[in-house]
């Protein structure tokens, strides 16, 4: 059974005015909960999954604005998770549809410290334990993976987190999708005319804290001769020593770029009529900087 919650009623019962606007099938149970912090008040934005013993999805998705959620599932054992940003996460178990066993109730996530920001000054991207990967769809089927095997870039931490800055320079023909035939034609005028853009850059002097670990690293990407404003949501993953006793820090960012809005538009349309090559690719960056005294 769940380990830390309050107030709680036995799964599978509903108030009456649950019971006037949902129907539910003869098997069906109702499995609810309320998500609160330690002054009960509710998650916003807590995300919960309820599996079956052997780890199955059963149901998924995002607490409502009041902390709550809803869900019918057939009788049975469920766990249930509950994550939220600057939360512990919550792991549990419970008997659905037992009138002898008690429901969810009340769930208490405690907060937790965010991870320490990087002391200001100048740092510098290791690229040895770094990495700049991508996927694009293709033949609207299955998801082809790549990354840039070659880029530099450089992060000046300010006083105030906010308003530091980064820059990173990517070399264009280092892109490396595991197909040599394939790469050429991404280095190709086609796409990526690494002769005539020889890089990739991102520049950027807008940090936006979220909450928690969570950040907005918003700059300029330059990619094929265009220039355009990119948002990158970020996580950052805290502080770390290095082997040679270095300061380290590591962040996670991810974002989503349509091609064509860098120019990138050849196309080829197989017979059914599906194109060979989506049209958004997803990027993300996972991160390692070094502090240079």
């Not at 996530?109 to 965010?114: F, N, Q, T, W």
């Not at 300029?220 to 220039?227: C, E, F, K, P």
Request: proline content about 6%; charged content about 20%; hydrophobic content about 40%.
């Amino acid at each position: 059974m769940f380990g830390r919650r309050r107030g709680m009623e036995p799964a599978g019962t509903s108030s009456p005015q649950t019971s006037a606007t949902l129907t539910l099938p003869p098997t069906a149970r109702l499995l609810s909960c309320r998500v609160l912090d330690t002054v009960h008040q509710p998650v916003r934005q807590a995300t919960f999954e309820v599996t079956d013993p052997i780890g199955r999805r059963i149901v998924s998705g995002e607490i409502d604005p009041y902390g709550g959620f809803t869900a019918a599932v057939p009788e049975g054992e469920y766990r249930l998770s509950v994550t939220a940003e600057g939360y512990a996460p919550f792991h549990g178990a419970t008997l659905v549809g037992d009138p002898a066993q008690p429901g969810t109730g009340e769930i208490i996530l405690d907060a937790v410290e965010p991870p320490l920001l990087p002391q200001p000054g100048h740092w510098e991207l290791d690229p040895t334990h770094s990495s700049i990967a991508f996927t694009a769809r293709h033949i609207g089927m299955a998801r082809i993976r790549g990354r840039f095997n070659t880029f530099a870039g450089a992060v000046r931490i300010a006083e105030r987190m906010e308003d530091s800055s980064m820059h990173v320079i990517i070399d264009a023909a280092s892109i490396d999708t595991g197909l040599r035939l394939r790469d050429d034609h991404l280095r190709s005028a086609d796409f990526l005319d690494a002769v005539r853009h020889p890089t990739v850059e991102f520049y950027s002097e807008r940090f936006i804290h979220r909450s928690g670990s969570r950040w907005t690293v918003a700059g300029a990407l330059t990619l094929h001769g265009v220039s355009l404003s990119v948002t990158l949501d970020a996580r950052y993953l805290g502080l770390g020593t290095g082997l040679d006793g270095e300061p380290r820090a590591a962040c996670r960012a991810t974002t989503e770029l349509h091609r064509e809005d860098f120019a990138l538009n050849w196309q080829s349309v197989l017979a059914q009529g599906i194109a060979a090559i989506g049209p958004s690719v997803d990027v993300t960056l996972d991160v390692q900087i070094v502090h240079k005294a």
